[in-house]
């Protein structure tokens, strides 16, 4: 599936991944390939990008946004991140 991370400023991810794990404002979710269609608020937390199945993945520090699902593609909109 693809994924787009954004923030106001610049674009900090884009690519095809395998999936994302979400720091939903109830709870963490994960989001795989061919997820039905959602959107969430997301609150404080870490984004984990999993870019393949081999545990290559990418940790963003989010400080809240939201996240679309929809037609295999992942949009997470957020204030601001850092990559640790």
Request: overall charge negative; charged content about 20%.
């Amino acid at each position: 599936m693809e994924l787009e991370i954004l923030t106001p400023e610049k674009k900090l991810f884009s690519g095809h991944v395998y999936g994302v794990q979400l720091p939903g404002i109830e709870g963490s979710f994960e989001v795989l390939d061919k997820h039905a269609p959602l959107v969430s608020a997301l609150g404080a937390g870490k984004v984990k990008v999993l870019k393949d199945k081999s545990g290559a993945n990418v940790v963003y520090n989010i400080n809240g946004g939201f996240a679309e699902v929809l037609n295999n593609k992942v949009a997470v909109l957020v204030e601001g991140a850092t990559e640790s």
